[in-house]
Antibody, heavy 123, light 108 residues
Framework: QEQLVESGGGLVKPGGSLRLACAAS????????INWIRQAPGKGLEWLSY????????FYADSVKGRFTISRDNSKNTVYLQMNSLRAEDTAVYYC????????????????WGQGARVTVSS | EIVLTQSPGTLSLSPGERATFSCRAS???????LAWYQQKPGQAPRLLIY???SRATGIPDRFSGSGSGTAFTLTISRLEPEDFAVYYC?????????FGQGTKVEIK
């Protein structure tokens, strides 16, 4: 079964840091781009970041550029999101997701999603 | 950045009715890299359509997508009870891979 599982969420004070992990199983991890998306309470979806299979291509949304860092460890089938200088507006459920097809086929939307990791930024 | 504007904000329909959602992009969406998702409360989104018109694996054929360039449409031919949810469009042809603000389908 193709699966992504996020971990590392929690309560953090403004200005603090947190590292989320996204562990993959059931598919060939090195063949897929991975993305992070978040959803603030009662709000819509916000794409945050993308990493290619090799880690050679990385993109960020402007809202997190310079504060968040995406990385991956293909030996552990895991993608990370290091979040620094956290603000109240970063409070959200954070999802990792991968596309329907591997990177060498056509681009598609996000087919496999994790269950989400809740991050609360509050003093 | 490509801004996606979805309309209407809310659709009030009855089971069996046809639902039509609009997604307009502020710029051309390259290669029709436009996806539609369904999200129910407390759940992760589910991919319905990619490439503007291709159904994802396991998606019933009552869901269809159309459009190109800057104007896209999702249609549900006959609403089933499980289709009442929020629907989002997303462009993934350029970074940032933006989402629309969503359309909620509620039971009339």
């Amino acid at each position: 079964q193709e699966q992504l599982v996020e971990s590392g969420g929690g309560l953090v004070k403004p200005g603090g840091s947190l590292r989320l992990a996204c562990a993959a199983s059931g598919f060939k991890f090195i063949d897929y781009n991975i993305n992070w998306i978040r959803q603030a309470p009662g709000k819509g979806l916000e794409w945050l970041s993308y990493i290619s299979p090799s880690g050679g291509a990385i993109f960020y949304a402007d809202s997190v550029k310079g504060r968040f860092t995406i990385s991956r460890d293909n030996s552990k089938n895991t993608v990370y999101l290091q979040m620094n200088s956290l603000r109240a507006e970063d409070t959200a459920v954070y999802y990792c997701a991968r596309e329907l097809r591997p990177y060498f086929e056509i681009l598609t939307g996000f087919y496999v999603w994790g269950q989400g990791a809740r991050v609360t930024v509050s003093s | 950045e490509i801004v996606l504007t979805q309309s209407p904000g809310t659709l009030s329909l009855s089971p069996g009715e046809r639902a039509t959602f609009s997604c307009r992009a502020s710029q051309f969406v390259s290669s029709n890299y436009l996806a539609w998702y369904q999200q129910k409360p407390g759940q992760a989104p589910r991919l319905l359509i990619y490439g503007a018109s291709s159904r994802a694996t396991g998606i019933p054929d009552r869901f269809s997508g159309s459009g190109s360039g800057t104007a896209f449409t999702l249609t549900i031919s006959r609403l089933e009870p499980e289709d009442f949810a929020v629907y989002y469009c997303q462009q993934y042809g350029s970074s940032p891979r933006t989402f629309g603000q969503g359309t909620k389908v509620e039971i009339k």
